[in-house]
């Protein structure tokens, strides 16, 4: 008989469930896909029915429901900091107990009862509920679908219960935890208070300090080092908490920071300038910096070839790149939802290890199948759906679909892909994308400002054909979930003019930087997702039918979504966004839209109240 364990991630941000069958992977979704809310914190009523669903299962069938963190140490740690900082931060405590009175102290029974609500059965019939620490949870995503019989794990983010770095060791089927570092010294929440700084909002807005940082010069990190982090040769650190406002207050940093940085918060939405950019690059700087430090003492504690990571801050692709090429493990890898959504899959794996007398099955590749899974449509339902929409479209076989697309990206069009299970994550891989040619020295503007509507700084990365990576990046290996970055090769480097090389700031955007200039940063980096055939084998066969029209195995591939809106599910979601924004073309299986043959389009942008932006 199958062993089926549900695990579940709510309440905090970026809810999510995921199923296993006999320690397999069958199913896992974020619960923003279904509700349209970005990070939606609430009960993921839609992705555990998507993931029964998907799996043909009943609640009651499955052997376990785990939840991804255990509140009540979580509460214990939250009464501990007021307690400790009383009466400071008395406004923020009395914000903060009837949520945690009413839905996070009782969270068993809570869940219990939306549990019950899923399954329409009593809730005495429900399978047991057990629940995991936060970074155990982190941790045995990390290992347990990894490539590696035995690695090391390290684990990065905000804060858990209390831990916000942790170390373990994974050989087989067992994890070790080895040491950690607790609140309130945390590397996560130091990075979510730059981007609080600079204007951006805490755990929606840190990609976009990453993605800042090379247009600055890093010229207050000493200051970081000397006044905020006292950071050891071995990694480990402390908080100098003076300059905090999280254990108390309502923001994430106060005036003692304001006064050593010269100046309070960025205004959200207000202009960028140079110095949000020179802080930018200086907690980036500082970061990567606490990365390869951890990492250099857990390989000479744990004598490791090979290093596991998730959490949070593991969603730095910068750092990772960094740590990867410094050549402190053979080989790095990454939990493709390394935030709190793939703590529900970590949670169903620490119960199948725990509970389970199979042994591991370790996987060449990995055990995330390429992260392709969530929902899929079939052809009927999309037609309908696009009937239903008034919308002009062929109905093409594979072969000439990917020709055609081929065509319009080589021609210099928009493409929306939508193609095959949704991606578990907060990458699109190549199933809910939009692509473009990366040759084209104003396509990442265009795509930015036309059809994402956001920042123009925002990079865009390649999506390479997996044999053909070290032709065009100094990496070596497969990097299918776009968790590292790494150098584009000097040879397609474009030489910079004298007049250029005075530019800074955003103005260095607009400067060619290589022959592929739409992905290239300006720091002559790329956020790398190789894309190998087996895995994606549609998406495979595109760029490699754009290959052979154009001599380039690389496309453009970002987020089928605007600013502010998770990324599309269903093919109504996909019209729609196709409609409403400058994307030129759509393919949604095998279906192929073009924007001039549609006789609806919304030119009105009222519609983008509907998504908070991030």
């Known amino acids: 008989m199958s062993n089926h364990i549900l695990g579940i991630s709510c309440f905090f941000h970026d809810s999510a469930a995921a199923l296993l069958s006999d320690g397999l992977v069958v199913a896992a979704a974020q619960e923003e896909r279904f509700t349209r809310k970005k990070h939606d914190a609430s009960f993921p ?140 010294h945390s590397l996560g929440l130091l990075y979510s208070a730059f981007t609080y700084y600079t204007g951006f909002k805490v755990n929606s807005g840190e990609y976009k300090v990453m993605g800042l940082a090379p247009y600055g010069d890093p010229k207050f990190a000493q200051t970081i080092l000397n006044e905020i982090i006292d950071l050891k040769p071995d990694g480990t650190f402390r908080l100098n908490m003076k300059y905090f406002n999280y254990c108390v207050g309502l923001t994430m940093t106060n005036r003692h920071f304001d006064e050593l940085f010269g100046a309070p918060p960025r205004q959200p939405e207000s202009p960028l300038t140079q110095r949000e950019m020179d802080l930018a690059a200086s907690i980036q700087m500082v970061t990567e910096e606490v990365v390869l430090r ?3 003492t857990l390989q000479s504690e744990t004598g490791a070839r090979n290093l596991c990571m998730a959490g949070g801050v593991a969603l730095n692709c910068v750092a990772n790149g960094k740590l990867l090429r410094a050549g402190v493990f053979d080989d790095v890898w990454v939990q493709p939802a390394a935030g709190d959504a793939g703590g529900a899959l970590g949670a169903a794996l620490v119960a199948w290890h725990d509970r389970s007398e199979a042994s591991r099955t370790v996987r060449p590749k990995d055990g995330m199948q390429g992260a392709y899974l969530g929902p899929s449509f079939g052809s009927d339902e999309i037609r309908t759906v696009l009937q239903a929409e008034g919308a002009e479209f062929v109905e093409l076989d594979e072969a000439t679909l990917l020709d055609r697309v081929a065509t319009l990206l080589a021609d210099g069009k928009v493409v929306g892909w939508f193609r095959g299970r949704m991606e578990f994550g907060p990458r699109a891989l190549g199933a809910r994308s939009i692509l473009g040619d990366p040759r084209s020295a104003s396509m990442q503007s265009v795509m930015n400002l036309k059809i994402k509507y956001r920042e123009s700084f925002r990079p865009f990365a390649p999506a390479v054909l997996d044999e053909r990576v070290s032709d065009y990046f100094e990496h070596d290996r497969p990097s299918p979930y776009m968790l590292m970055v790494a150098p584009v ?126």
Not at 52 to 78: C, E, H, I, M, T
Not at 489 to 507: M, N, T, W, Y
Not at 544 to 560: D, M
């Open 489 to 614: 090769r000097e040879d397609l480097h474009v030489p910079l003019k004298s007049d250029e090389q005075a530019l800074f700031g955003i103005e260095r955007l607009k400067v060619p930087r290589s022959t592929l200039p739409a992905i290239t940063h300006v720091d002559y980096s790329a956020r790398i997702q190789t894309v190998q055939e087996d895995t994606n084998p549609c998406f495979y066969k595109l760029i490699k039918a754009f290959e052979t029209k154009t001599g380039c195995g690389v496309l453009i591939n970002t987020s089928f979504n605007v600013r502010g809106e998770p990324i599309v599910c269903t093919p109504q979601q996909a019209f729609m966004c196709f409609i409403r924004t400058e994307i030129d073309c759509l393919a949604i299986e095998n279906f192929l839209l073009l924007k001039t043959e549609q006789t609806r389009v919304e030119h009105d942008r009222s519609w983008m109240d509907e998504f908070e932006l991030d």
């Open 294 to 296: 951890l990492g250099r």
């Open 45 to 184: 009523f839609h992705a555990i029915e998507f993931c029964l669903s998907q799996a043909g299962l009943k609640l009651d069938q499955l052997s376990a429901v785990v939840f991804y963190d255990k509140p009540l140490v979580k509460f214990n740690r939250l009464v501990e900091t007021y307690l400790s900082y009383a009466p400071r931060g008395f406004r923020s405590f009395l914000a903060a107990m009837p949520v945690w009175m009413k839905e996070k102290l009782y969270i068993k029974h809570t869940l219990r009862q939306e549990l019950g609500r899923v399954s329409g059965v009593p809730v005495s019939s429900l399978p047991p509920l057990l629940f995991s620490e936060h970074h155990q949870s982190h941790a045995a995503s990390a290992f347990f679908p990894s490539p590696f019989e035995q690695a090391a794990v390290l684990c990065i983010d905000g804060v858990g219960e209390w831990a916000t770095t942790t170390t373990w060791m994974g050989d087989g089927q067992s994890l070790t935890a080895l040491w950690e570092i607790d609140f309130p």
